[in-house]
């Protein structure tokens, strides 16, 4: 692989425009190239380059066999650049300028520009830098005042009752410089530290042992005397608010009627502060780790540029350069590198019990291996479902099904109750693609998304989940058109009516299945992202939330599929299946408006939470656009069930327009932050996801289109086919 796409690779997403433009610069080196290219001279010989400077050292003056070891002076004529330092008024850190000594050679101004170019990239790259080293300290320095309340809430949890007096206390202390105050802490005279070196001890045992010295026991195992052992202080814990209470519906009542809600210093309360604090060193450590690879890089991409620009230019400029490079902040500086192995000891010796490996294993978890048998099932099984639609396509032509009597019945009846798996099949090849693309387009969706690393699912393990899931509906349609055009498949009665039931039954237990098999982690996320989805005002709404309530509200055809089932098999019509009047009884009417409401007011509460607790006025109308939905929604559905009344169908009209609109200027200009007048892509945004700019025009194109077609079913001017109203209702965000 080449430098360059290594070198993209590599890159953080977010941090993308602080990167060096490496194929700037080289576009820069091929215009340098061209003009020397044009402008060389016809050769005198055609002896080839290297053989002629081969002959031509023959020739050159003999320094001495001593001279080797001396720092022979640089000649003037091979100095090429002059890099200084230039201090700015307010600024801390020097601008980096570089002086080209030959600007009036043949080309001297392609040159000139590169250099400027590399200048102007080399100090942005040291700013957004030496930025990110001082947010990490800051970081760190937070991080430090939380370990000091876990450590003080360490101490009051094993130790609640037990108090210091002043005598011994001060005996404790009296090698220490900082003196202590009382406070409640229980210690024994000598302390057990299994070392495995002086390098993983925290400072604490180093000043214990430089102070006291180590006794040895017969056990092997180092023994620390405490002497000189400053214990933490418990007042911390009178400043400190401990946010570990689990957001349920319950506790966010009593936060509503009180909120001065009493700490009890349980052990509890202390393993969900030290399991938040692990969480937080982890991400903590994984931001040093990205910010280390950004330095690394960046050198890498600034030694490779200059090697390229030597090669072009027959220049020696790369080695005075690169010099500067090592010397500055960014090629110096080893703050970062202390601050990792500071969290490394730390962690290591507070939350692994001084075993140096545990710790890393928690800091650097291994990522997840891609296994061929995932690969090969998910192609095996996508072959099979296409082969059993091959199959169906075949026996509904050769039994004539589409002519036979019982069509009618069988598309009424046994139809939605496939329908439902096609929605759900279908929308989690949609997942997967996204999926597909986040990872393409280097979309950390599982840090986004707060999936515990090494849980997320791949894309081809979503694609496996879909094809498996096609196979078994595929399979239970054409045994049920077996029995049903069979004409000996009276003998089954109502057995065949239950096919449906059972292929539904068998997907609800295995997502609930409390065993861990088939992604257990995923089922139960996605589980509790659901209910907090209908819970929504008594929950605070996270990422998960909102997306799964997003793309649940594409989801009505298939929720409106789940209520057939309840009437079809509920109220006993599939005994009969040719007296079926599910939609003709009032309940089932009620319920169909309901069904449709429910995923755009979960998503309309969700807004209103979040109005509250931000105090932004965007969630007021974002709110505003899904109640405009649910407000089509209702009319609509009254439409379709009042058929022939002018009223519900104006209603219905001017309720959609108003919400397709709004819609669709919410998706285009809100979300998805397009039609910006003044961007450097037209009418689009300045940061783009994806490369190709006719993907985001493409994508507002068949928006309205789509919205457009959806106005038109409202109408009555055409019927929409049911794929083509899900790819209508489910909208892609590029975001």
């Not at 003196?179 to 024994?188: A, F, P």
């Not at 995932?374 to 996508?382: K, L, Y």
Request: with cysteine.
């Amino acid at each position: 692989m080449k430098f360059g796409k290594e070198f993209e690779s590599q890159m953080v997403q977010e941090w993308q425009k602080a990167y060096m433009d490496y194929n700037g610069l080289k576009t820069v080196l091929k215009d340098i190239l061209r003009f020397k290219q044009r402008n060389a001279s016809t050769p005198v010989a055609s002896t080839p380059r290297r053989s002629l400077k081969r002959r031509m050292s023959l020739y050159r003056a003999f320094s001495g066999l001593t001279n080797r070891y001396r720092n022979s002076p640089r000649n003037n004529d091979e100095e090429v650049i002059l890099v200084d330092a230039v201090q700015q008024d307010g600024s801390e850190l020097g601008q980096y300028q570089t002086t080209f000594l030959k600007p009036g050679e043949i080309g001297g101004e392609y040159e000139l520009l590169f250099f400027r170019r590399l200048d102007d990239e080399f100090n942005k790259v040291i700013s957004f830098y030496k930025l990110k080293v001082e947010e990490m300290m800051e970081e760190a320095n937070e991080l430090s005042k939380q370990m000091d309340a876990l450590i003080a809430l360490r101490m009051k949890v094993h130790n609640p009752m037990m108090k210091f007096d002043k005598a011994a206390l001060e005996k404790l202390t009296s090698n220490s410089s900082t003196r202590t105050k009382s406070g409640s802490l229980h210690m024994n005279v000598i302390q057990e530290v299994e070392m495995s070196g002086e390098r993983y001890m925290d400072d604490e045992i180093k000043e214990t042992v430089e102070t006291s010295g180590v006794q040895k026991r017969g056990n092997g195992r180092k023994v620390v005397s405490i002497q000189g052992f400053r214990p933490a202080s418990l007042e911390v814990l009178d400043h400190v608010k401990l946010n570990i209470t689990p957001e349920t519906p319950v506790s966010t009542l009593k936060n509503i009627l009180n909120s001065n809600v009493a700490l009890s210093f349980t052990k509890k309360e202390l393993r969900k502060v030290e399991e938040r604090m692990i969480k937080a060193f982890t991400e903590f450590y994984r931001k040093l780790q990205l910010l280390k690879r950004y330095c690394f890089v960046n050198l890498m991409a600034f030694s490779k540029i200059m090697k390229k620009y030597d090669k072009i230019a027959s220049r020696k400029a790369s080695k005075t350069y690169m010099e500067m490079v090592e010397n500055s902040y960014l090629g110096s500086s080893d703050e970062v590198s202390k601050l990792m192995e500071r969290v490394e000891v730390n962690f290591t010796e507070r939350f692994a019990n001084g075993n140096h490996r545990k710790g890393l294993r928690i800091l650097r978890p291994k990522t997840k291996r891609e296994k061929h048998r995932i690969t090969f099932s998910a192609g095996f099984f996508s072959g099979c479902s296409l082969a059993l639609v091959a199959t169906i396509v075949v026996l509904v032509r050769a039994r004539d099904i589409l002519r036979s009597p019982g069509r009618g019945r069988y598309m009424e009846n046994i139809f939605p109750l496939y329908t439902l798996f096609g929605f759900i099949v279908l929308h989690m090849l949609m997942y997967s693609a996204n999926i597909f693309f986040w990872k393409h387009y280097r979309v950390n969706y599982s840090f986004i998304f707060g999936f515990k690393q090494g849980t997320e699912l791949d894309y081809r393990e979503v694609f496996l989940l879909s094809s498996g899931l096609a196979v078994l509906a595929l399979a239970c349609v054409i045994s049920n058109l077996d029995m049903d055009m069979d004409p000996g498949a009276s003998i089954f009665g109502a057995l065949t009516e239950l096919v449906p039931l059972g292929l539904l039954t068998v997907v609800i237990l295995i997502t609930i299945c409390p065993l861990n098999i088939i992604y257990r982690s995923s089922r139960f996320f996605l589980l509790r992202c659901a209910f907090r989805c209908v819970c929504a005002p008594l929950y605070k709404v996270t990422l998960p939330d909102f997306f799964l309530a997003d793309q649940l509200t594409s989801q009505v055809p298939a929720f409106r599929n789940l209520q057939f089932y309840v009437c079809y098999y509920g109220w006993g019509y599939f005994r009969k299946p040719s007296n079926n009047r599910c939609l003709e009884s009032e309940v089932s009417q009620a319920f169909y408006f309901a069904v449709a409401i429910i995923p755009y007011w979960s998503r309309l509460i969700q807004c209103l939470r979040r109005l509250v607790e931000e105090k932004d006025v965007k969630y007021a109308f974002n709110g505003l656009k899904y109640f405009s939905i649910v407000v089509a929604l209702v009319t609509r559905t009254g439409n379709e069930l009042k058929m022939g009344m002018t009223t519900w169908k104006i209603m219905a009209a001017v309720s959609s327009g108003v919400a397709t609109i709004y819609a669709t200027y919410w998706d285009i200009v809100i979300d998805w932050g397009l039609l910006r007048r003044n961007s450097i892509n037209p009418w689009l945004r300045d940061k783009l996801l994806v490369p190709n700019r006719n993907v985001y025009y493409v994508a507002m194109v068949l928006n309205v289109l789509l919205r457009l077609a959806w106005m038109q079913s409202v109408l009555g001017l055409r019927e929409t086919p049911v794929l083509h109203r899900y790819f209508m209702l489910y909208s892609i965000h590029f975001n």
